[in-house]
């Protein structure tokens, strides 16, 4: 069976998992952690991120994540087309054509012509772009 190895554990994270093995060896089940422990464990988070310090030291996830408050989280957003180029081989006359344009939205718009020059695509996407919100 081939199984992938764990990464070591940083030394600041065994060590805050000792003390809190200690903690919980001492108190009953099911008591709340003194606040030092938790901000030890969110300072280890910032620097480590939260799967990594909740997961060894059987923390709450989300509840670690809460106590991060203040740390904005990235989100990729996804990146627009600036601009589109259309191109067609020479060998194949212009004489009828089919576009679908669906926006991020959902809205859909569909463009069918039959002419040797496209229509003006400026003023048929802006409308379209108006019209849908």
């Not at 554990?9 to 805050?16: K, T, Y």
């Not at 060896?25 to 938790?38: G, I």
Request: with cysteine.
């Amino acid at each position: 069976m081939n199984r992938k190895s764990t990464p070591p554990i940083p030394e600041a994270i065994v060590q805050l998992q000792r003390q809190l093995d200690q903690f919980r060896s001492t108190q009953p089940r099911r008591t709340k952690l003194p606040e030092s422990l938790w901000q030890a464990a969110v300072e280890l988070a910032r620097q480590y991120g939260v799967y990594s310090v909740a997961n060894p030291l059987r923390l709450d996830y989300m509840g670690l994540k809460k106590r991060l408050g203040g740390v904005p989280i990235v989100r990729r957003k996804a990146t627009k087309p600036a601009f589109v180029e259309l191109i067609t081989p020479h060998a194949i006359p212009l004489e009828e054509c089919l576009i679908e344009f669906e926006s991020s939205r959902g809205g859909k718009v569909r463009i069918q012509w039959k002419a040797s020059a496209p229509p003006d695509w400026v003023s048929l996407l802006r409308a379209w772009r108006e019209t849908a919100g």
